[in-house]
């Protein structure tokens, strides 16, 4: 299939550079983990939407203390620009093209661009301009920017639940139905802390250990309102079994990888980055434990996570 056509109707016209007419002349930075991000070309009401999404991650502008900001621009394209879809019982996926130096994104009223030339930055074309249309045109480009920009910082951002205790974290992670919303949902029930039921950030120590970041991209659960860029020690990796009964056990480095290579969203089909991405996690399967967890909707999965030895 040839890149674009499942949502464009003239794939040929996709923007070959980052440039265009922004939506206005407002721009606003947000500390997410990667970052700072900071946007331009937004409309009053694209800024005030993106502010109400992601409140207490936005900062005036461009960053400040000398931090060098991933920049992107928004831009205008016309509704005519994209096709029609009825959505009934329809999976999204978004559309990517992978370069050496771009990667090139279709999906729903959105195009955009990511480009490193010299340094990572991205542009975004849409035909929405506010509201409850655009927050999730804005949130799908800013998924995939984040798993690139933490890959740059050798990092991933990995598609599970991740969840803590306030001094430690635990990755929850699995293919869709694995019950990762479940888990977290029975963590939540016993008093831990939920960072994201869809997305998390994970960083490697310079020690050897690694670091769960949330991000504040969440899935079934909703937005618990968490948002902060605090990170904790990441205590293990468990791949997620549903089951009758609670039972654990340890998982090779080998197949650890495996399961985070998979969970790896957007980065894992680039095969001009999946080099470096295959690199990180297997530091990351090396350093730190990974089981499998079957569990139970009654047993306590809670008190098993909290067990497991550091």
Request: proline share 6%; with cysteine.
């Amino acid at each position: 299939m040839t890149f674009g056509n499942g949502f464009l109707r003239v794939p040929d016209l996709f923007p070959g550079r980052r440039s265009g007419e922004p939506w206005g002349d407002r721009s606003l930075t947000l500390d997410v983990a990667g970052g700072p991000y900071l946007f331009s070309g937004l409309s009053p009401a694209q800024e005030e939407a993106v502010r109400r999404r992601f409140a207490g991650l936005c900062r005036e502008g461009a960053a400040d203390g000398g931090a060098a900001a991933v920049a992107s621009r928004v831009f205008r394209a016309p509704a005519s620009d994209f096709l029609d879809f009825d959505l009934r019982g329809w999976e999204y996926t978004l559309d990517r093209e992978h370069e050496p130096a771009a990667v090139r994104i279709a999906g729903l009223r959105l195009m955009a661009r990511l480009d490193w030339t010299p340094a990572l930055a991205g542009g975004l074309w849409t035909c929405e301009a506010a509201g409850e249309e655009w927050a999730p045109v804005f949130e799908n480009y800013f998924r995939v920017l984040a798993a690139y920009r933490l890959l740059e910082e050798g990092g991933a951002v990995i598609h599970s639940a991740g969840v803590t205790d306030g001094a430690a974290g635990w990755l929850l992670l699995g293919p869709s139905g694995a019950g990762k919303t479940t888990s977290s949902r029975l963590c939540l029930e016993r008093g831990a802390g939920v960072l994201s039921d869809d997305l998390n950030a994970v960083r490697l120590d310079a020690g050897g250990g690694a670091r769960l970041v949330g991000l504040p991209f969440t899935g079934d659960l909703g937005d618990l309102g968490e948002r902060s860029a605090a990170s904790y020690p990441l205590r293990a990796v468990l791949r997620l079994v549903k089951g009758t009964e609670d039972r654990l056990r340890p998982l090779t480095a080998a197949a650890a990888l495996a399961s985070l290579v998979a969970a790896a969203p957007f980065v894992n089909r680039d095969p001009w980055r999946r080099e470096a991405l295959l690199a990180t996690l297997e530091r990351l399967a090396r350093s730190v434990p990974a089981w499998e967890l079957t569990f139970s909707l009654e047993g306590g999965l809670w008190d098993i996570l909290r067990a497991l030895p550091p």
